[in-house]
Structures are given as C-alpha cells and as structure tokens.
C-alpha cells in the first residue's frame, strides 16, 4: 500500500506542509512552534521565582521596600551583606542547622528505605493473615489504657505493662475463637493511609511521648518522627516496583539455596535500582524540606534548616526577605547535587530496562 | 553589623582588664549556662546575645540564646516549663504572658533577689512598669523593653497642607483624609494617609485596642475596658466599640490597598520609604528614623502620646455621650485620652524548677539588661526593638541627640512617651490567664473577618462577646474575676 | 533451604546427636517473614496509631495546662457540636442564612442520584459492605451538597472546610491538567528532553515555606516584580489579599508552581513507556493525533494517573504553609484550610478543638479519597 497523500511530500499544500508531519515519528513545524513555545513559557514560569529569589538574596532593604528593581548591575548594585550576615556573621548558628538538616534527612531517609523496602518485599511475595479479631483486641485494650492514663492520670509505663500483660492474654485465651483474617492488601492499605494521618493529629502526643523518654531536641527523635512520616509512600513506591519483577530469578535463586536475605540483597535490589533511586530521592527531599514536625519536636540544639527559614519572618522587624532568600537558595544546593547524583541511577535504569524490553 | 562586633569584642576585652562591671563578682558563675529562649532575629534577641558575652566575661556564666518562631513562643515556653523539659531556664516574652505562667506555680519569685540587688535602681523604672514587673506583689518579671503604642504624623507632611496634629480619632481620619494621595517622598508616587498593620494574626489586634481604650476607660487604670471586673462579662458589644470598629475600618480608605495583608514589618518597610503620613505604632519609629535606611523621614516623624474621643461609653446604658468632667475626670478639654500600654513590653522570668546557682547567675543577667547603665542605651538604638521604660531614659535628651535624634525630634519624642508613660488614665493589656486567645485569637479573628467584610460590626463584637465568655468559663469564671482585679491593681497613681 | 546432601557432607554444621545446627543467617531466614515486614509495622504501631487514639481522646476532652501538668477534662462530642452547631459553625461551615432557588435546585438533584445510585446498587445483589460504603459516600457528599448550596450557591461565605475542598478539588484538577498536558508535550520528539526534565523538576525540592514565602514576595503588587504588570492593566488599587477568591487562587497558584512537577515527572515515565510501535502503526493508519491519544495513550496511563492523582489529592488535603505564610489564612478566614484551622485553635491552647478539627480532616480525607479509589479508579481499571 503506498504512502497517504499526506506523506507524500511532492503532492502538499502550504497548510498540509505547516500542519501535517513530514514523516513519522517527527512534527509539524506548526505543531514545533506551538510545543516549544507552550514548553519556553512554562519554563519560563518555573525560573522566574527561583530568579527572583536568588537575585533578591543580593539586594540591600531599600532595593526591595522601594519597588522591584530586576537585573544586578544594571538595576541596581548587589551587596553581599545578606550572606555576610548568615555565613560570616551568625555562622555558628548557620552550620549548626545545616549540619542538624543534614544528619536528620539523611539518617531518616537510610532508615525509612531499608524498614520500607523490606516490608514491602514482604507484602509482595509473602503472604500474611492476621486476624481480625487480635487487631481488634489490641485497639480495645490499647484505647482503655490509654483512656486511663489521659483521664485518670495514672503512670504511664504502669498502664502500658498492664496493657501489654492483658492482650497476650486474650489473644491466648480468646485466639483461637478468630477466624475473619486480612490480607497482604488490607496490610499494604493499612499502612499507605497513614499518610492520610494530617500530621497536627498526632504532634502533640508524640511530642508528649518523647518528652517522657527525653528524645525531644535530639536527633533521633526527629529521625524516627521523619521515618514513620514517610514509610508509608517509602512502601507504596517500592511495593510497586517490586511487584513489577518477575518471580521466576528469585525462585530460581531459592532452588539454588539462597536465603531469602540473600536474594532481596542481590537480586532484587540491583534490578530495582532505578525505582529505588527515585523513591530515595523523593524521600530526601521530603524530609530535607520538613518544618511541621522539627518546629514541635526541636528547641534549640536540633533546629533544621526549614526552621531557619521561618526565623527570618522576624515579627515586628518585618521579613528579611534578603537573608530569607539566602537561606533558601543555601538550602536547595545540596538537594540539587543530590537529585544529580540520584539522576545517574535513575536514567542509567531506565536505559537497562528499555534494551531488556 | 562588624561594627557591634567590633564593639561587643572592645567591651569584653575593656571588661576583663578591669575585673568587670557587672554586679556579679569576677569568675562567679564559672561553669553555669544560662539557656534563654525568645523570638527570633536581631530584634530583642541580638541584644541579649552580646550583652550576654559580656556577662560571660564579667562573670563566667556562659548565655545561650534559643530564638523560637514568634508565634510559637509562648506555647514552648509553657509546654517545656508545665511538662517538666525544662530545657529553657529564662524566657523573654511579652510581659502579659506571665501571669498564667505565675498562676500555674512555673516562675521563680525574684523578690529575695530584688532586695539585695544594689544595682537596679527599681525607683528609676517608669511607676507603670514598676507595678507591672510584680505579679500579686511579687517580683517575678524584669523588664527590658517597655511598650506602648502612640500615634506618629509626618510632620512636614501635615505642615506643608496646613494641618495641626490629630487630638481625636476623628482628626486622624480627616488628616488620613486630607493628605491621602499626596507625594511625601518626592518620588512622583501618591503615597498613603494612614498605614496600619491590619494582617491577622499579626499585630492588628493592638491597634484597634489603641483606638478603642479611649472611649471606654474614664477612670484611671484600675477601671480596664475589657471586663466588668465584678462579673467578667465582656464590655465589648457597645456603642464605643462599635464607633472604634467602624473608624479602624474607614481608616482602610486612606491607605494602601494591601493593608489588610500588612503586618508590621511591611509598614515599616514603607514609613522608612517615606510612603506614610500617620502610623499607629509602638516606640520603635523614634529611633528607627534615624537608621540609615529611613534616610527619607528622618528627623520628620513626631509622636503624639494618644488620641482621645469626645464621646465616652456610659457603661450603664452601652452608649456614647459627650465628655464631661464628671463622666471622665482625666480628660483635658473635653477630649478623654486612654493610652494603651500595647503588649506591655518585653520581659525576662525564670524558670522555678532550674537549679539554684543558674537561677542566681540568670537573675544576674536580667537584672545586667535592665541596669540603667546597659538599658539606657540599648533604648535608644532602633533596631533592638528596645524601648524606653526609665525615667532616667526619658529625662535626659542629651542620651538621644548622642545617638543621632535631631534636637526638636527628641523633645517631642520624649514628651510624648513621658506623657503616656505618667497618664493615670493608662489602659493595660490583656494580663490575665489566657490572655493570649482573648485578644490574639477571639478579637484578631472577628476584627479580621469585619474588614474583610465577612460579618457585620454587630456581629463582629457579639462573636467576641462570645467567645470571651467562652474562654473565661474554660479557665474558671471565679478564677478570671480574681486575676483581672489583680491584674487592674497595676496603676500610675 | 539447603539440601539433605549438603547437611551430611558438613559435619561442623551438625550439632551433638547429628541434628542441624542453625547459623545466624538461617536463622534470620527462617523467620524472614517477621523480621521483613514487623519493623515498618511496629514503628508505624508507636508513631502513628498510638498517638491517633491518643488523640481521639484529646478531642473529646477540653485540656488546660497547670501547675506541674495538664488537667484534662472529658466533655465527650463537645468539641465537634461546636464545629457543626455551635460558635464555630461560621468559622467551619460558613454562613446560612436563606438557601437561594439554584441551592435547593442542585441539593435536591444531587439527592435524586445518590437515590438513584443505591437503587442501582440494590438491584445488583446486596452485600454488607457494599452497603455500607455506599452509605457513608453517600451520606458525605450529600452532606457537602448541602453545605455548598446553602452557602456558596445562596451568596453567602463559607468556611474551612470548603476552602479546603476548593484547594483540592480545583487545585488538583488543574494541576493534573497541566501536569499532563506538559508530559505529553515532552514525550514529544523534541529536543532538550532532558534540560526540560530537569528544569522542571526543580520546584518540587523548594521547602514549602520557602515557596510560600517566595510567592508572597513575587506576588506582592506594591513592591513584587509583578507591580509594573499590574499597574498597566490598571489594578493598581486592587489588593489579591483583600479579596477572598482572588486570595484562594494565587494560593492555587502557588501550590501548582510547587507540585505540577510531580505531576510531570510521574507522567512523562508512563508516557514514555508506551511502546512507540503502537503508536506509530497507528500514525500510519491515518489516525489524528486526538484519536491516537484517547484509545491508545490514555487507556495505559489511567492506573498510573490513577495513583498519582492519590497520592496528590491526599497531600492536598494537608494544606498549609503556603495559606498560612501568604495569606496568614485571611482575608477574614477566607483562605484558612483545615490543617491551618487546628493549627490556630493549637497556638491558642485550645488542644481539644485542635484535634476535633483534625480528625474531621481525616473523616472527610478518608471518605473522599477511598469513595474516589474505590468507585472511580476501579472501575476505570475494570473497564480497560
């Protein structure tokens, strides 16, 4: 069958010749202008902030109370004093946060991807049932003693022991009479809505909870607040990524007597790379970038760089906004070297997986 | 900036040559860490942080300052202090915030200290903030800064349209009105009559209690304008509130379109550009004009101590009648003044459950900020957000002229703080337990959704009539009634 | 897992009386299944779900700080009347005041569906908890038609919770909008693919208090870049804060600018691992572009839009920096979402009704997002 006439470029009009494709695979010239164009005003959308906020981190308080004044040099003369004052003068503070954002992002996001990969292995290759009626016993028991220790103020590691004492043993003496079971879906929805949860619900226990164990303003506690904040799409993402392998290499790996550590750790792992990069990436990114929670649980000495943001609105003196941007643009640098390093691992998977498919 | 560095350096070193000045003894808190915490930036804090190196080498105590975002402050300070973190030995917060503190057993009573404390001068300290650093009698504040809000006018401004500056709030409405419009920077821009900072959840709340205290407070601070102070009911949902609300509102007119996403830093950002004709404001502009980024109103912005209302409320009956000497004995030519001691002022207290010798080396700190020799001139740099509550700050203009104040500008800047700071007819602020959801939360929000134009005025100040009757059974109406008597004892006579 | 041949030929594996000595790793083997899968369960046991029910107990009780402590007073529902009847009623749902002909118009048609929606499901069989679930999607958006009509649609203002259903459904819509609409730009043969990846991914690693701030600055008509713009088309003396919807949108404005790379990345992957084949048969059949991309693009990216659309309409219904830091929830409380809601009521002590409100957020969270999953989604899946 020859080619349609639109194909045949001997035979086209001037509207055909702007409209239709030259060939397959490629565009119109109309369709061209109007992508690139729609693409160029979007970027240009998404520059113009960042922009703004690098340019003003250079500006004196008068280049910004007296009307905007746009192009460094040519507006207006740019001043260092903004990151003067944040990495000269205030340093100490300055790298103590920095640090702080550090240790905490990263130490949440390696202990969220390891708890959050391995359980969604779990879910996506082993099969679970527990039973409706033990969860159901636990909530009951947990919600009395907690009633007693909120309501009636009594000691709470009293009434955590006789709440754990009392559901073991109902779950032994009634375990048996249960038989409605859940399954590996009703687990995963489980802990995927948690991320439902609006984080203001549970601050004020949790804040309470680590004041009694004095993990307020250190960096654990924010550590483990950050985990469980993202475990949830930690698991969703991988459970994805997991259930997309094929079964037959890791059953072929446990006929040849691999544990299953082994082939979580060797075979499935590396095949996932790429998926493993992004969900890692966006993690860190969540948590560099988390103020919610480190403004409750921090004081002083664990304070995070998003806190350092909110600081400089300082009330009454009105918004530094020079030094705001400062931080601003000091607080994206790592998380672009970051996203660069990731980015490797990411296109070099996907390259891998369009030859294999 | 290198400048205070280079000078907070001179005096350590200066300190340690010569054995210190401090009242503390060399070397005496050797090994102690006073761990401060307040709002955040160079406002307030700053200061604290290089008075703070000179109090280490003066006295080995070593001061940590910890800033928490404003709006989060009081809630760490009370949920560390009431739950036994105890991470924070002294908080410096608005002074109104201590009573509940006070109520609740967490502040160390500095009386024993005050008595053998030589250095303090307590007699030197403005009568109102004097009373106000006691709480049932007892020392349990110190003060450093001192607030009240007063009205400002550009004063080339008003003179080159002929005006005379604002007695009654009326008058600031007809001068917003008159000049409104004009160029007061000489940018070729129509730049704005009033500027108020009208945001939520900012400071809004403060300016219309400045509005309002004149037209409900007649006899002297100990009458308030917020309470019966028999009952606790409400004494919001009247004709002189209403009259407050309505101006507050039609001030809108003559300002900048934003105003109502303004907080105080936006204003001030635009007073210092020159864009403002009258501002309601704490202490801060007189200093502030003569920072070098207000080039364009130094020396131009005059204070008036308040403005007053020729109407007052008759409270029997909810409405407005004519000023008489009876119905207002303080008022001077039938207008009745009322200044409104805003926010009271910044105050360090100390944390009850600290241990002994860190108490001791904080009480030393505080009471090192509020020595005349430190806090004199700390009052009269702007941006520490310090202002004048020493008699001795505010009797001698030579200190200001020092600091850069055109001669007139300091007379009438002094006069008019003078003049607040002595007016028996002052009104207090909020201090009673929950004093923040009263005016920050109830009030905020219902004044907020009324500019918005989301309710009407009546509704506006039955929603608050409500909502302070809801707060004050939540805390125990008797207990209410016994804190605001106490509260009202603070007095200028 | 290993065989009996290589037990007999490992004698130092052999314990006293020739049984199997376990190693370290066999015995992390044998109890794989809980050492996988209890760490994520137990931390999300501490973190999550006891300081959930924690905090049911909180919002059933009015809390005071005192003395050394808390005094926690038990008032049962108290805290939600007030939402729904109470003083809080304006703050919350928004005003009533005469429900207008088109309000009882959409309330009574809405109704007339779900009716219609139950009889359908009826005549299908009855199970228990299709039943139920129906019920309560039911009953939720009947409740929210109510809402809606009696306020917006009557001319009257409403209050957080439509707000926060306002920045999540038009918020989302658009954003999804766009998010593919750029996607499938780029799957375009272009050049610059990946600058245009990379560019665009940018927005998303800001803080997103960096981002509320930013666009306050940029927004700001007195002093932002935007001012000489705005004068020329003459709204010089119109402020966007003072205005209630014109507030919400550049608060949309803002959260798009922030999150319509996700949206991006997301959806250029599952446009770009379409086969092409497909595609270009199609292009050679004579297909128009509009016709390749409904029955052949569209049917293979729906689950992924699907989940996509999940996790964003979730993270949006936790809105609040970026109301609070532009906006600081106003004018009035016309741009307060939920989450800032409980946040104010937290700042002014007021614990209860802070986590009252919060939980609400969860219901209505809750509800939505499973009905959408489970009535939309699905059913989409089912089909293709």
């Known amino acids: 069958m020859s080619a349609p006439a639109k194909y045949d470029l001997s035979r086209r009009s001037l509207f055909e010749r702007l409209f239709e494709p030259p060939r397959i695979g490629a565009m119109a010239p109309a369709t061209k202008v109007i992508v690139y164009t729609v693409l160029g005003l979007w970027t240009l959308f998404v520059v113009f902030p960042i922009y703004w906020v690098v340019v003003t981190s250079f500006k004196l308080p008068q280049h910004v109370n007296e009307g905007p004044v746009y192009i460094p040099f040519v507006d207006y003369m740019p001043s260092l004093h903004a990151w003067q004052a944040l990495l000269v003068t205030d340093f100490g503070d300055t790298l103590r946060s920095y640090i702080n954002s550090f240790v905490v992002s990263i130490g949440a996001t390696v202990l969220c991807i390891i708890i959050g990969s391995m359980a969604a292995y779990a879910l996506a290759r082993m099969q679970y049932k527990p039973k409706l009626g033990i969860i159901l016993t636990f909530v009951a028991v947990l919600l009395a003693a907690l009633v007693v220790t909120i309501l009636a103020g009594v000691d709470w590691k009293l009434t955590m022991a006789a709440a754990l004492a009392v559901f073991f043993f109902l779950a032994r003496a009634l375990g048996k009479h249960f038989k409605a079971t859940l399954g590996n879906g009703d687990i995963l929805f489980w802990i995927i809505s948690q991320r439902i949860l609006p984080p203001i619900v549970v601050i004020i226990p949790i804040y309470l909870m680590f004041q009694q164990v004095g993990l307020i303003d250190t960096h654990l506690g924010l550590i483990l607040a950050y985990t469980v904040g993202n475990l949830p799409i930690a698991v969703w993402l991988m459970y994805d990524f997991f259930s997309g392998l094929p079964i037959e290499l890791e059953e072929s790996a446990q006929l040849d007597g691999a544990t299953r550590f082994g082939i979580f750790w060797e075979i499935v792992l590396p095949l996932t790379k790429p998926g493993l990069a992004a969900t890692t990436l966006l993690v860190l990114i969540l948590n560099w970038n988390e103020y919610l929670m480190a403004v409750f649980l921090s004081t002083s000495k664990a304070q995070t760089m998003p806190i350092l943001v909110a600081a400089m609105n300082a009330g009454d003196r009105g918004i530094l906004w020079w030094t705001m941007c400062v931080v601003i643009v000091v607080m994206i640098l790592p998380v672009i070297a970051m996203a660069v390093i990731l980015q490797r691992f990411i296109a070099k998977g996907v390259l891998l997986g369009a030859v294999k498919g | ?493 | 897992m290993a065989s009996v041949d290589t037990i007999a030929a490992r004698p130092d594996l052999q314990g006293p009386a020739g049984a199997m000595k376990e190693t370290w790793p066999e015995w992390f083997d044998r109890h794989s299944r809980h050492i996988f899968i209890w760490p994520a369960v137990l931390m999300i046991l501490v973190f999550a779900i006891f300081p959930t029910i924690a905090s049911v107990i909180i919002a059933l009780s009015r809390i005071r700080f005192a003395g050394g402590g808390f005094q926690v007073r038990f008032v049962g529902l108290q805290n939600f009347a007030r939402q729904f009847v109470g003083n809080d009623q304006i703050h919350f749902l928004g005003r009533f005041n005469q429900m207008s002909a088109l309000g009882w118009i959409v309330s009574l048609a809405v109704t007339a569906a779900m009716v219609w929606w139950f009889v359908k499901f009826f005549k299908g069989g009855f199970n228990l908890v299709g039943f139920l679930g129906r019920v309560i999607t039911a009953g939720m958006i009947i409740g929210l038609t109510l809402m809606f009509s009696g306020t917006l649609l009557s001319g009257n203002a409403w209050g957080t919770l439509g707000t926060t259903l306002f920045y999540v459904f038009v918020g989302c819509s658009l954003q999804f909008l766009i998010g593919l609409g750029l996607a499938f730009l780029c799957s375009m043969p272009i050049r610059g693919k990946s600058f245009f990846r990379v560019v665009f991914f940018i927005p998303l690693m800001i803080t997103p208090l960096g981002v509320g701030y930013a666009f306050r600055m940029i927004a700001d008509t007195n002093k932002g870049p935007i001012q000489p713009f705005w004068k020329w088309v003459g709204l010089e003396n119109f402020s966007w804060a003072a205005d209630p919807w014109a507030a919400r949108i550049f608060i949309i404005v803002g959260d798009s600018w922030q999150w319509i790379p996700f949206i991006f990345v997301v959806m250029l992957a599952a446009l770009e691992s379409i086969p092409r084949d497909h595609v270009e048969a199609a292009n050679v059949d004579g297909a128009s572009s509009w016709q390749i991309f409904r029955e052949i693009t569209w049917p293979q990216v729906i689950p992924i839009a699907a989940t996509v659309m999940l996790i964003r309409v979730i993270e949006a219904f936790k809105i609040v920096d970026l109301p609070n830091i532009m906006t600081s929830g106003g004018p009035g409380i016309a741009t307060e979402s939920m989450t800032l809601h409980a946040v104010f009521a937290w700042r002014a002590n007021d614990l209860g009704q802070s986590a009252a409100v919060a939980y609400l957020l969860l219901f209505v969270t809750v509800v939505i997002c499973a009905s959408f999953f489970n009535y939309v989604v699905l059913k989409q899946l089912r089909k293709s």
Request: net charge negative.
């Open chain 2, 1 to 493: 900036m290198s400048f205070r560095k280079m000078m907070a350096c001179a005096l350590m070193v200066g300190a340690s040559m010569f054995g210190a000045a401090a009242s503390a003894g060399a070397g005496e808190y050797d090994g102690v860490t006073v761990r401060i915490m307040t709002r955040p930036g160079k406002v307030i804090a700053q200061r604290l942080i290089d008075r703070g190196v000179e109090f280490t080498a003066a006295t080995g105590a070593k001061v940590e300052v910890a800033e928490v975002p404003f709006a989060e402050l009081f809630q760490k300070i009370q949920t560390d202090w009431s739950t036994g973190t105890n991470s924070v030995d002294v908080g410096v917060f608005a002074a109104g915030w201590a009573i509940e503190l006070a109520g609740a057993g967490l502040l160390e009573d500095m009386t024993p200290y005050v008595a053998k404390d030589t250095k303090l001068d307590e007699a030197d300290i403005a009568p109102y903030f004097r009373a106000f650093q006691k709480i049932g009698g007892k020392n349990m504040l110190l003060m450093v800064d001192g607030d009240f809000q007063m009205v400002y006018y550009r004063k080339d401004v008003l003179e080159a349209n002929g005006l005379q500056p604002p007695k009654t709030w009326d008058d600031y409405l007809a001068v917003a009105k008159a000049i409104h419009g004009k160029d007061m920077n000489g940018d070729g821009e129509a730049d704005y009559g009033s500027c108020i900072f009208k945001k939520r959840n900012a400071q809004s709340y403060f300016a219309i209690q400045t509005v309002a205290a004149g037209a409900v407070q007649t006899q002297g601070t100990t009458q308030g304008f917020h309470f019966d102070p028999d009952t606790m009911k409400p004494m919001v949902n009247n004709e002189a509130w209403k009259a407050a609300f309505e101006l507050y509102k039609e001030t809108g007119k003559y300002g900048p379109p934003e105003e109502l996403n303004f907080d105080i830093g936006d204003t001030r950002g635009l007073f210092k550009a020159g864009r403002c004709g009258l501002l309601i404001e704490w202490g801060d502009p007189g200093p502030m004009q003569i920072e070098e980024d207000a080039a364009a109103i130094k020396g131009k912005l005059f204070a008036v101590s308040a403005l007053g209302w020729n109407k007052v409320l008759d409270r029997a009956t909810g409405k407005l009648v004519p000023v008489t000497k009876e119905n207002a004995p303080y008022s001077i030519d039938g207008v009745n003044y009322a200044p409104f001691a805003a926010f009271g002022g910044w105050a360090g207290a100390i944390n009850a459950k600290s241990d002994p010798k860190t108490k001791e080396a904080a009480y030393a700190f505080l009471s090192y900020m509020n020595q005349a020799a430190q806090s004199n001139v700390d009052v009269t740099i702007g941006w520490t957000g310090y202002n004048a509550y020493r008699n001795s700050q505010l009797d001698n203009p030579d200190l200001w002229i020092k600091a850069g104040f055109p001669a007139d500008l300091a007379e009438n800047y002094l006069g008019a703080v003078k003049g607040a700071l002595n007016n028996p007819n002052m009104a207090s602020d909020f201090t009673l337990p929950g004093a923040q959801q009263y005016s920050g939360v109830v009030l905020d929000t219902e004044l907020a959704r009324y500019l918005a134009g989301e309710i009407t005025v009546d509704e506006a100040l039955a929603n608050i009539e409500a909502g302070w009757e809801q707060i004050t059974e939540d805390f125990g109406r008797d207990k209410q009634i016994e804190f605001y008597k106490l509260s009202l004892g603070v007095s200028n006579k």
